[in-house]
């Protein structure tokens, strides 16, 4: 019996692919002689905030560097906090049956060590040592730093960089699902996460430095991936991109204040009564930025302060919040990716999703998930600085198809 080719699935967002995600594909793809699969956020991601780019073309650059298949995390995932963002997408890896290994960027490129500390975290003195910090005040990331570091010792000051937070999210997920993807790390090149300079050495700048690039006209070509440049400037020069929360502040900040504390208390990631802070602060509040920071305190992060306001624009509840992912949403693929689909089809343990017209065919939970999609993409249309039509979910309009299915080139 020939053995199965091995096949490596990577977790992105992509906002916007640079040179270091290239690295990271590269590297999979060397030992990957069966493709590699990428779980991408769609057009929201996990600061809060929408993609640089719709998900479409950043789908499209994935291909053109390395990834041979290209799925979408639900929206009400890709927003989340890192422990929820891991485990949607790896549930999307698990459910495609025939992924072998999971490959992620960290600073430590160290899997045995994140893979240890994973399973600290999920130990029920890890959990009763972060509530007895979380008691006095201390904010939860500093009270899980030093629950670490009382199991841990030393090798919990990896908990210090982002990237090895989320590996060790991606750890922690594969061993609660009983996944049979054995996980590998690539350690981190360039730029740091959120780094205020570039790495010259490398070129290799942060998805958040060029960002910051196109947000303000400035050149980005040479922190990208050649292959992908002509699909972002064609984006640019359609005014499709680059996409921000400013055009749609006041709609915030409107949808904020029509909300009652009850209505505010069933967002995401609400807890102790911070539904009476934004209450208080969003009154006072005409922008923002103001609103942000009036809220913001030790106990409460920029990012998971974002994460809830963008919640409320998006019409997210925590009471209807999906468990897990409900479909395998098909976003891109070449014809490597053609071949894994054929295995797909026979492996997988969630209805796969290539046609807007498909989700007529699956049950309630897919259909509201997908309704939640269509919404969020709705809603996103507004976010660019030439505004879209509704309704890009059921016909993709701006693209072509054949770029997406079975074309990369």
């Not at 010259?200 to 292959?227: C, D, G, H, K, W």
């Not at 972002?232 to 020069?237: D, I, M, S, V, Y």
């Amino acid at each position: 019996m020939t053995e199965k080719p091995l096949i490596s699935g990577i977790v992105a967002e992509f906002n916007p692919l640079h040179l270091g995600h290239r690295y990271l594909m590269e590297q999979a793809k060397r030992s990957s002689p069966g493709g590699v699969a990428v779980v991408m956020s769609g057009n929201f991601v996990q600061r809060g905030e929408p993609s640089a780019f719709y998900k479409w073309p950043r789908a499209l650059a994935a291909l053109r560097c390395g990834a041979d298949l290209v799925l979408e995390l639900p929206v009400s995932f890709s927003v989340a906090g890192a422990e929820r963002f891991a485990f949607g997408a790896v549930s999307v890896l698990n459910a495609l049956g025939c992924v072998d290994r999971l490959v992620f960027g960290s600073e430590s490129g160290d899997v045995e060590t994140l893979s240890l500390i994973a399973e600290a975290l999920l130990s029920r003195r890890f959990e009763g040592e972060v509530k007895s910090r979380l008691t006095f005040g201390v904010p939860f990331a500093a009270a899980r730093q030093a629950a670490a570091a009382e199991l841990l010792g030393a090798p919990a000051t990896l908990l210090k960089e982002p990237n090895n937070v989320l590996g060790i999210e991606y750890c922690k997920a594969l061993l609660r699902t009983g996944s049979s993807m054995r996980p590998r790390t690539v350690q981190r090149i360039g730029s740091p996460h959120d780094a205020p300079s570039f790495a010259p050495e490398t070129r290799i700048a942060s998805a958040s430095q060029i960002r910051q690039r196109l947000l303000q006209n400035e050149s980005f070509s040479p922190y990208v991936p050649e292959e992908v440049v002509p699909i972002f400037q064609r984006e640019l020069e359609a005014g499709r991109a680059p996409a921000s929360l400013l055009p749609v502040e006041t709609a915030i900040l409107a949808r904020l204040r029509s909300m009652s504390r009850e209505e505010l208390s069933q967002l995401p990631d609400i807890s102790e009564g911070l539904e009476n802070r934004i209450y208080s602060s969003i009154r006072t509040s005409i922008s923002l930025e103001q609103l942000i920071f009036s809220i913001k305190s030790k106990r409460y992060s920029h990012a998971r302060i974002r994460r809830i306001l963008l919640s409320a624009f998006l019409g997210l509840n925590q009471r209807e919040l999906p468990k897990t992912p409900a479909y395998l949403r098909i976003l891109a693929f070449n014809e490597t990716g053609r071949e894994m689909l054929r295995t797909i089809k026979h492996t997988a343990s969630l209805p796969i999703v290539t046609n807007a017209g498909d989700f007529a065919l699956l049950g309630n939970d897919a259909k509201a998930m997908f309704e939640t999609e269509c919404r969020a993409t709705d809603l996103y249309s507004l976010c660019t600085p030439e505004k879209g039509p509704s309704g890009l979910e059921m016909t993709c309009a701006y693209w072509e198809r054949k770029d997406f299915f079975g074309n990369s080139n």
